[in-house]
């Protein structure tokens, strides 16, 4: 059986709606390919979310991660919402064909969101090797 590499960054970022989602820059591979969903499961659910983000009280949205890195083969991204919309904490879990693929993703996907603007990491000793959490304002 053909082992399959997945690609857990737990990339948690806090934005204002009135930003918008953000979309991956021209030229980078964004969704998978196949179109291809990661299953809900793989995402944590809302009451481990707001264990890190006690702001986080609904689910809004789920579907293919638009700012996955590298060749991915499936992904999944979760939005989740305060109660007046005005934060949010996005997960998105990829799935790639090798461990060394998932491995490039992940350390570019953690150099991309520690570039952006605003951004700060947040102390999650808990959270695992390779993920990494950190809020935008």
Known sequence: ????AILFA???VILPLVRGEQ???RGTDGVSASGALVSRDAVVPL????RFFPEATQEMSTGQNATAVGKSKATRSVI??????????TMSVDQYASSSDASAAYEEAVQKSRTAQGFSPVDA?????????GAVT
């Open 23 to 25: 979309s991956p820059p």
């Open 80 to 89: 989740y919402t305060s109660s007046d919309k005005s934060k949010k904490v």
């Open 1 to 4: 059986m053909k082992r399959i």
């Open 10 to 12: 737990a990339i948690i």
């Open 125 to 133: 000793p808990n959270l695992g090797l390779q993920a990494f959490i």
């Open 47 to 50: 009451t481990l979310v707001t």
